[in-house]
């Protein structure tokens, strides 16, 4: 019957289903448009209803789903309509349905979209981890803290140039570590992934609450399926590299399962030994420490690049009803990197300048703001700290409820993780820390959903500890979190969703925080949306501890898990006082669907951020602290000053059917500088980068990506262009990285050949210190003073074109 119903003229038809490919039954269906008509899914999920040609708004509702309404695009005959609908207990972080109209786009109406890398564009490009496919997402900035190289850490920050402020989530579960406030997603591999939602701004009803206002990044990890899939693949390539993983899919009676595992394996760019000096801009000597002399002994050193990276995902979901399930989640990755080739450059400056007080290029100035230019001593030596092995385990565990109570659905989850960080030599940043992250969390909620509207409350408590880092005893923390979100459709063609969030932190206190979204259609085609809220970033467990100073031979000293004082005797602490981080956020939106081939997505932004954590450097930089009892001083971090973050998106995406091409254009304007931070922020006795009004370092004004993807007769081919503008994470002029991909289908066998960064952008082996883009940064100068003069950057460099051929298995 549902056949010749289709056959029949102007008729919309379709399926109803969840992610996994099971029926939705009894969804309403509602089109309205030229007219209006009311239909409900049947057992299989199936649908149809007669209508005129025409443009209608769409909307479908099913207990225990999240509602999805969208624009179909010119129906101008029969037309087949696929409905996913998102559960409630949804892995993702904003619930949306997806809906296409014969293969094609459909306007999405919600208040706030979202960016979705799917795994499907992820394996076109060949792309072995994740973190290459967030790149073509310009609000998300890649930052390289230690180096470039694929064996250094690699996290995101969103609008911004603070990876602590964009949320990392695994189905919805926090991961970012109490240390860095981020976590490491250098090796998350694509095998484990169905795909990468990145959420932008703050979403009235979005799922990670309010402790973010960069967005936030989720990682949807492999989700059952109901018929049953195997894929098997193989890969080598260059550098030594060879991966091989397993995905496994299916429903056995009422239980899905997803399996997943992955062994990647790297030789790397760098096998080599070389002599290496500790430190840049001083002359090599090898005796003991003077007035005038500063040991600076070269020691032969291994350099390598090699990386070990294992991961496992299980997923299963027992299905008892359409509107009730349970699950579990266990993912695992263990990785251990060489990292001596990324931790230990070249000086990349021919000369040195100095500038005020403090031993450089071999003796030390008078003080003087003038500047002095003289060689540079070990220039084109290899400097750094030595051996280094990063060893990293990531283990996140969910376990997962719904179940309909009374009206509506209740949802429970309880996960747990941890992220155990194991370095092994010369620390050059925060990330080089041994430690171990750990976190619990237990959450409930209950909503309904309505004819016209969606309603949901609950809450979490959480507990957080963190070890390690030379402190003595165990951090922790525990957060109890409550929640009030809903959305409601005023109208024909107004909405509007609103969520209220409490907080409270056992370190700092309690905080409340509110959002607001609405959207207002503006004919069938177009749809204008605002929205408005505020966020918070909470003080990590490790900025608020204060090392007790320690007393040696009857006089105090700085506690020695700080590390070296600097030359004016000032040591970087942690700060018990240090309170959140605020901000609130404005969007405004406009979304276009020319047809169902072509769409437009634009999007302005502006966050006002106060009470802006950054560190307080006492005397300017032009006192010394070594002649002063007790004879040191700390640089600690505080609430000081303000920040902005505004700019623009825009996204545009075309499908030509008769070449069977899919063309996808981003491009994304972020502008984030601070202001009003008052005197010493930021230590000025290495370049303050911390200036008012001027663009944060390592944040790009202009990113954009052009993703082009082809498929016919079993050919494929897909190329991706990533542009980064000035003042990029790399310290590199404006660069364009390419890759692509050429593949064939010989029915169950697969064979893909995939290149990176085809025309060797940015490439290299290792870091030059001091020879990157300058920044005008501030320097110290006399009585207290500073003044603003170009600050010597790291040149930083990723690997150059590497290819890999790749063989794959579907059964």
């Known amino acids: 019957m549902f056949s010749a119903l289709i056959a029949a003229c102007c008729l919309i038809g379709g399926t109803v289903h969840a992610a996994s490919g099971a029926p939705v039954a009894h969804a309403t269906v509602r089109v309205r448009g030229a007219v209006s008509v009311d239909t409900a899914s049947d057992e299989k999920g199936n649908f149809a209803l007669q209508a005129p040609p025409g443009r209608y708004d769409l909307t479908v509702v099913a207990p225990g789903y999240a509602t999805v309404t969208v624009n179909t695009g010119d129906v101008a005959a029969d037309s087949r309509v696929d409905i996913v609908l998102e559960p409630t207990d949804s892995p993702r972080l904003r619930t949306i349905g997806q809906v296409s109209v014969n293969g094609g786009f459909t306007l999405d109406r919600n208040a706030i979209p979202e960016t979705d890398v799917s795994r499907a564009q992820m394996d076109a490009l060949g792309y072995s981890r994740a973190i290459e496919a967030l790149q073509e997402v310009p609000s998300a900035v890649i930052q390289h803290p230690d180096a470039g190289a694929p064996t250094a850490p690699a996290v995101v920050s969103l609008r911004g140039p603070d990876p602590s402020e964009a949320m990392i989530t695994l189905d919805g579960q926090q991961l970012n570590d109490g240390n860095t406030g981020d976590i490491d997603l250098s090796q998350f591999a694509v095998p484990a992934f169905n795909s990468i939602n990145v959420t932008e701004g703050l979403g009235p009803t979005d799922l990670e609450g309010s402790n973010t206002f960069g967005g936030a990044v989720n990682f949807v990890s492999l989700r059952p399926t109901q018929q049953e899939h195997l894929n098997l693949s193989s890969s080598v390539g260059s550098y030594g590299t060879t991966q091989s993983w397993l995905n496994a899919t299916g429903t056995i009676g009422k239980l899905g399962y997803a399996f997943a595992g992955s062994d990647y394996q790297q ?152 992220n155990n960080v194991d370095f092994q030599g010369g620390a050059v940043s925060p990330y080089d820390v041994s430690h171990l992250d750990r976190r619990y969390n237990e959450a409930t909620s209950w909503g309904r959903t309505f004819e016209t509207s969606e309603w949901e409350l609950g809450g979490y408590a959480r507990q957080e500890t963190l070890s390690g880092l030379g402190i003595p005893q165990t951090l922790a923390q525990s957060i109890n979190s409550y929640f009030v979100r809903g959305s409601q459709q005023i109208g024909a063609h107004f909405r509007a969703s609103a969520g209220i969030y409490d907080a409270s932190y056992s370190t700092f206190g309690t905080t409340l925080n509110w959002r607001l979204g609405v959207s207002q259609d503006i004919g069938a085609s177009s749809v204008v949306r605002f929205s408005a809220g505020t966020g918070f970033r909470a003080p990590l467990l490790a900025e608020r501890y204060f090392f007790p100073p320690i007393v040696v031979d009857g006089k105090l000293q700085p506690n020695p898990a700080l590390g070296p004082v600097d030359s004016n005797c000032v040591v970087p602490n942690g700060d018990p006082n240090e309170r959140p981080e605020h901000a609130t956020e404005y969007e405004l939106g406009f979304s276009h669907l020319f047809s169902n081939s072509s769409n437009l997505d634009v ?176 320097y110290a100068g006399p009585h207290d003073t500073q003044y603003l003069a170009n600050l010597p950057t790291d040149a930083l460099f990723v690997q150059p074109a590497s290819v890999r051929f790749i063989f794959t298995l579907h059964e």
């Not at 001596?340 to 071999?362: D, Q």
């Not at 280094?388 to 385990?393: L, T």
């Not at 005197?679 to 954009?704: E, H, I, K, M, R």
């Open 603 to 778: 999007s302005l932004y502006r966050s006002n951020l106060r009470d802006t954590i950054e560190n307080y450097y006492p005397g300017g930089g032009s006192r010394s602290f070594c002649g002063t009892a007790p004879g040191f001083a700390y640089e600690i971090p505080i609430n000081i000053g303000n920040a902005v973050y505004e700019g623009a998106e825009v996204r545009y995406k075309q499908r030509f059917a008769r070449l069977n091409l899919m063309a996808t254009l981003t491009y994304g304007l972020n502008v984030a500088y601070p202001y009003a931070l008052g005197p010493f922020v930021s230590n000025p006795t290495s370049g303050g980068t911390l200036v008012d009004g001027q663009q944060f370092l390592g944040v790009p004004q202009q990113q954009a990506s052009a993703v082009f993807t082809w498929a016919q007769r079993g050919w494929r081919a897909s190329t991706a262009f990533t542009f980064a503008g000035k003042n990029n994470t790399l310290a590199q002029p404006p660069y364009t990285l390419v890759d692509a991909a050429i593949g064939k289908d010989f029915g169950r066998l697969d064979f893909t050949l995939a290149a990176t960064n085809i025309f060797n952008a940015v490439s290299g082996p290792f870091t030059r210190y001091q020879a990157g883009v300058p920044y005008p940064g501030l």
């Open 267 to 418: 030789a790397g760019q760098v096998d080599q030994y070389a002599y290496v000096v500790p430190a840049n801009d001083l002359p090599i000597y090898c005796g003991p420490a003077t007035k005038s002399k500063i040991p600076n002994c070269p020691a032969y050193t291994h350099l390598g690049s090699t990386i070990a990276a294992r991961l496992g995902l299980l997923n299963l979901d027992y299905n008892f009803s359409q509107r009730s399930d349970a699950g579990l989640r266990i993912f695992t990755l263990g990785d251990n990197r060489d990292e001596s080739s990324a931790l230990n450059g070249i000086a990349g400056n021919p000369t040195c300048v100095l500038r005020g007080p403090g031993p450089a290029c071999g003796f030390t100035p008078t003080g003087s703001s003038e500047s002095n230019t003289v060689a540079n001593p070990v220039f084109e030596e290899h400097v750094g700290p030595g051996s280094a092995n990063f060893a990293q385990s990531i283990r996140a565990y969910d376990a997962y409820s719904r179940t309909p109570l009374g009206a509506g659905t209740l949802l429970a989850d309880l996960f747990a993780s941890d």
